[in-house]
């Protein structure tokens, strides 16, 4: 009996359904192996790719971490962006642990009311978010022996900075010990108390607690008479506003003895303005607002402009007022081309920073020690009047004159320092030179040898290799210009807006020997100025600012002149103008409309040269992509159309 042929459909169906088996098959098998979390990513800045910070954290591991992951998964109510967010972090989560050899246990739980997850993750201090009615859960609590970290809330907003908060976590609970840092500081970091009766207390700065979480804090204060390089890892001088000699003179033998300084000074501190009552002549008893180290700066071979602020047209921020728009060329957006230091760890993969009224330093030379300029301004950039900047004074971009260099604004020092006090302590006199003794007679018993009180060693010059940072500005660290603050369920989130708290962290990271978060933190920068329309508008201010400020000035004296002219018009009938001056008013009158005409053409020409740039890009995005994409396309078809004629 002949055997029936199968049909080709049947054939064709069969096999479609083993493919669809093996497919499924093989994708559950990666899935439950290590190369499941495994992929190639395209993105810019490999966003989805753990940095080596994060890899060196999890290779280091020695003690098992645990991570208790809390997510309400089996409710409705979930908002649909918190479970897409949900996804990315249980990839991340299970990435950590294949990278971990064993050292790091993810615990899934979902706190659903009156279950033993609910309690567990209210005494691990996440409570939860309330919405539509429902208490749902969405946070971590990273434990180590008897140490835990808490992410009470996973913002998906905040998803740049996922990487660092979980990766801080696991390097906070793992480690034995906290660097110390000492603070010297003019201003209340830490908070202080309600000014009057029935307020609540003044908080600390983000920053400040930021610092807590991951460092011993010490505050020295401002007048510390020894500061011992054992004990503090990291000195930071904060807006050391009114520092006395002899408390630089402790500063100087801290850095001689190995220290390392981070100096963060200012020309026109907006938060200690604040916090002496919005008086920037220090009324209300706060403190002043600008701050420099007279005798450190030059011995470092540096000096820093603290009575003028630095304005950049090339950096400039566009800022919203309440009268409109304007751009602050004293407010300064630095991207990623104002760090010269392309393989720095500190500013290699910060988007950009963001600096308020800073002040500005210049190399002097004759320290003997090296230079590195992590941050600086542009050439474009010159000293303002630092109270018409903090008013935004849209007339600085076109009376700005700039000197043709550029200003160092965030700069390491590195080598052997010299003391800057080469006769020792301020107000200490130095040792008198030690008298002859008396020659002594043969046979005469020696006297009794006088008890001096020793005097105290002080060094001139290093005993080791010290660091000094210098960053030229506080604000950039202050609340309302670094983070943007958010209440989650009566817990207050900060999430930063610049790259500002990230250079400083990753600074005080290298600073303390602890690099491994570095890569990871960087990704919280995520501005990106338009730096080419910037410079066009920096271009145009110098060649016509001038001339525009001529035009200014012109139009206000004609309008001046004709005000006094029509104001004795209008005193009385007694006064009646000669021809010559009504002929004198219609010339002012001319003159002031032509003045006006061509400032606009000035500023009409401007916008004409940034139009045909948004054009040229928008025909770049809309014509030219697609007809390549279509060119290639056709290219491949021709191809395969040779090849098949071939055969």
């Known amino acids: ?52 910070g994060t890899r060196c954290i999890l290779a280091e591991l ?35 642990g294949s990278l971990s050899k064993g050292k790091l246990r993810v615990d899934e739980l979902d706190p659903e009311p009156d279950t033993d997850a609910e309690d567990n993750a209210n005494l691990d201090g996440i409570n939860g978010q309330r919405m539509d009615d ?5 946070g971590l609590a990273v434990s180590c022996l008897d140490r835990t970290s808490v992410i009470p809330f996973l913002d998906p907003n905040d998803e740049t900075m996922l990487e660092y908060q979980l990766s801080k976590a696991i390097a906070e609970v793992s480690t034995p010990a906290k660097p110390m840092i000492g603070i010297m500081s003019a201003l209340e970091l830490a908070g202080g108390p309600a000014q009057m009766p029935g307020q609540r207390p003044t908080p600390g700065w983000v920053v400040y607690q930021q610092l807590k979480q991951s460092y011993q804090v010490k505050d020295l204060g401002m007048t510390p008479a020894v500061i011992d390089p054992k004990e503090i890892k990291v000195l930071l001088l904060f807006h050391p506003a009114g520092i006395t000699p002899e408390a630089e003179f402790a500063v100087d033998q801290y850095l001689l003895g190995g220290g390392t300084v981070v100096a963060c000074l200012d020309a026109f501190s907006v938060a200690a303005q604040r916090s002496a009552g919005g008086n920037p002549m220090m009324g209300g008893g706060g403190a002043p607002t600008s701050s420099t180290l007279p005798t450190l700066l030059g011995a470092w071979g540096m000096s820093f402009e603290s009575a003028q602020v630095l304005a950049d047209p090339t950096y400039l921020t566009a800022m919203r007022t309440q009268t409109g728009s304007t751009d602050a060329v004293a407010i300064l957006t630095l991207p990623q081309k104002a760090m010269p230091q392309k393989d720095n760890i500190i500013t290699k993969d910060l988007e950009s920073i963001m600096l308020l009224l800073p002040g500005a330093f210049t190399q002097t030379g004759g320290a003997g020690v090296a230079v590195n300029t992590l941050v600086r301004s542009s050439l474009q950039a010159g000293l303002v009047d630092a109270m018409r900047a903090s008013q935004l004074d849209p007339s600085l971009a076109t009376s700005l004159k700039p000197k043709g260099t550029a200003f160092d604004l965030v700069t390491h020092l590195s080598g052997t320092f010299k003391t800057a006090f080469p006769n020792g302590k301020p107000g200490e006199a130095p040792a008198a030179p030690k008298a002859a003794e008396p020659k002594k007679e043969i046979g005469q018993l020696p006297a009794e040898v006088k008890k001096e ?20 500005d506080i604000d950039a660290f202050y609340d309302p210009f670094a983070y943007r603050m958010q209440n989650f369920g009566g817990v207050q989130m900060a999430t930063p807006t610049n790259g500002n708290a990230s250079m400083l962290f990753n600074l005080l990271d290298q600073a303390t020997g602890s690099k491994h978060l570095i890569g990871s933190r960087s990704r919280a920068a995520v501005r990106r100025p338009f730096t080419l329309i910037q410079e066009m508008e920096a271009n145009f201010n110098k060649e016509a600012g001038e001339e525009i400020s001529n035009y200014e000035a012109k139009r206000k004296d004609t309008q001046q002149k004709l005000s006094d002219l029509q104001a004795r018009k209008a005193q009385g009938s007694e006064l009646h103008l000669s021809p010559e001056q009504e002929a004198e008013i219609r010339k002012l009158r001319e003159e ?50 040779s090849a098949t004629r071939a055969r």
């Open 1 to 52: 009996m002949a055997h029936k042929p199968t049909h080709p459909v049947t054939r064709a169906a069969f096999g479609v359904g083993a493919l669809v088996a093996i497919a499924v098959l093989a994708n559950w098998l990666v899935a439950i192996t290590p190369f499941g979390n495994r992929g190639q990513d395209f993105t810019e800045n490999k966003v989805h790719t753990l940095s080596e």
């Open 62 to 96: 020695d003690t098992p971490v645990v991570i208790r992951y809390y997510a309400s998964r089996s409710t409705a109510y979930m908002p649909e962006i918190l479970k897409l967010h949900m996804r990315r972090v249980d990839d991340l989560l299970r990435e950590y």
């Open 134 to 138: 429902q208490n749902l859960y969405f």
């Open 453 to 472: 009180t020793p005097k105290p060693v002080w060094l001139k010059e290093g005993a080791s290799p010290g660091n000094v940072f210098l960053i030229a």
């Open 592 to 641: 002031s409309v032509e003045t006006s005409k061509l400032i606009r053409a000035k500023q009409k020409d401007l916008r004409r040269q940034k139009d045909k740039l948004a054009g040229n890009i928008t025909l770049l995005n809309v014509a030219v992509m697609p007809a390549l994409v279509i060119l290639f396309g056709l290219g491949f078809l021709v191809k395969r159309r």
